[in-house]
Each structure stands twice: as structure tokens, then as C-alpha cells.
């Protein structure tokens, strides 16, 4: 079973607080990023390029003395604007995931929060039970997105997960006013304020568990597919394993071979002594008394001498 693997919605971004991961807003149209990329690649200054063009015709018709002034001030263009546009480039390449700007100048992807994206520190303030359910949340839509197990699940599926977890980010930035309420009416010394607080911190304390709801869901879907991914990683291991042992070589064949090399010392060692008794080089070590053998060196046992014994000759 196959389907086409798409990428993650998940990318991790370059802030000025550190790198951080986001989540892309599911419900903005494809067409729409084009556009910001294209702004990012378009800079105001590339114009530059334009003045080149038009310093041309009066490079040609200018006066003499002029046109070369022109002429260097066109080349000088032409430069600034070719590392503009190499600027331009890598702003284009690097969207959405390059933010480091000051908190005060922000870019038109964080300009608004969770119009383009989510990033998991714009749930710190929420405390760290709500931080820590946002880290999970979006690490778990990025796992979902990249597990092996995804041929075999419904294609539509990580996309409503997606979803699903966008809208909880949503529903978790829109309590905020109701979270900073109830801290509010606790502090508030008036007595009166009793029931408002207790029906903010029950408002707030419904949607904390619908939102802890869909984190435990959510988690379910990661350990079924964390479980299949290790079933079929095993499967995986067992067919090369299978396949391994079965290329192995038999043990008559290792038997053959063994027998084949047994005999090929005793074939060396008649050429040796064959070539000795020709040569007149004189007898082995091996061949002399073991007493006079040399400590260091030379052929010391009898299976590497071809079984020579110690009064010398042949096996």
C-alpha cells in the first residue's frame, strides 16, 4: 500500500529568543505563501537593477568624459544590485523559518499571531502545564507527518490532524483573556467577586480538559504507529536476516576448500626443498637440530614447516 508522502507542517524557526518550532496555519491558501515569498524576493532595492538598464543609453550618447563616469557608476549599480537581489534570495529561501528581528519590528508572517503560524513559546505566559501540552502537540502532528507508518493509514488523516490540532491552539489562545480574568478576580479583594471566579476558573477548567482530551487522542495515534513501525521494522530485520543466513556458505563447501589447502603446504614445501637442493642455499632452521633454531624469526612449528621434525627432512 502506497500514498504520497507529504512534508511536515511542522518547520523549526530562528527567533530572536533562540530557534523555537512552529506549526503553519492549515487554513492559509497555498497561493498566499507564493505571495509573501515573492515579496521577500522582491525587495524595494532590487530596483537597482532597472537603473542599470536605463544609465545604458547614456553611456552611448553621452559626452566624452561623461560616458565613462557613467559607465563605472552603471557598473557600481549592477553590483549593489546583484547582492540585493542575493539578499533576496536567501530571505526567499529562508521563509517562513527566519525571524531574527527585534520583538519590536516584527515581519509580516508574525505580525499577527497564528495568522501564518503558531510557535510553541506563544503559549509560555499560559504557564508550563499549558506549554508543555503545545510542545506535545505540535511534536506530535511533526511525528505523524514523518513516521513510516504513514503508507498504511488514510491519506486524508494527517491532515485532519493538522486540523485538529490547530483548532486546539486556537481555542488555547483564545482563553487567554480568561486565564489573565481569573487571576484577576482571585487577587480582587471585594467578596462580592466569589462567583465570578468560580465560574471563570470552571470556564477555563472545561476547556483544560477538552484540550488534555485531544492531547491523550492524539498520543494513542503515536503509540499505534510507533508499535506498527517496530512490528514492521522486526519484519524488516527478519527478512534480511533470512536472507543473510540463506547466502551463506554451506559446510560441505567449507569442506572442500579445507581439504583443497591441506595439501598445498606439502606441495610449497617439496618446491622449496627442491629449489634448496638445486641452489646449494643450505638446509632450513627447521631442518637442524631445534637447539640451534634462532630465538626470534623464522618457521618455529611443525604445521608451518609442513611437519618437518627436529633431525630435519621431509614430512
Known sequence: MTTRITTTPVRTGTFHDGPDTLLLNPQTP?????????????????????LVGAAAPDVIHAPPGWAEVIAN??????????VVLAVGVGRFLRMPTDHR????RPCRLDRVRGEFFFRSR??????????LLVRNLIAGVDELHRTTARVWLDPQLCAEVHHLVWQTLACLDRIRAARSLAAELTAEPDTDTGALV???????AVIDDGLDQVARHLHGCLVLTRAWEAKARSAELTTRTDQALAELPGSHLLHQLAEVAEELPQRVFAYITAARDVTGAGSFPWERPRSTWPH????TSRRATGGA???GGSP
Open 198 to 204: 468560580a465560574a471563570a476558573r470552571e470556564a477555563v
Open 296 to 299: 626470534a624469526g623464522g618457521v
Open 73 to 82: 557608476l552603471s557598473v557600481l549599480t549592477a553590483v549593489g544590485a546583484g
Open 30 to 50: 497555498r497561493r498566499r505563501w507564493h505571495r509573501e515569498r515573492l515579496r521577500a524576493l522582491l525587495l524595494p532595492q532590487t530596483l537597482l537593477i532597472g
Open 122 to 131: 506563544d503559549f509560555a505566559d499560559l504557564g508550563p502545564d499549558s506549554h
Open 309 to 311: 621434525d627436529d633431525n
Open 101 to 104: 528581528h527585534p520583538p519590536a
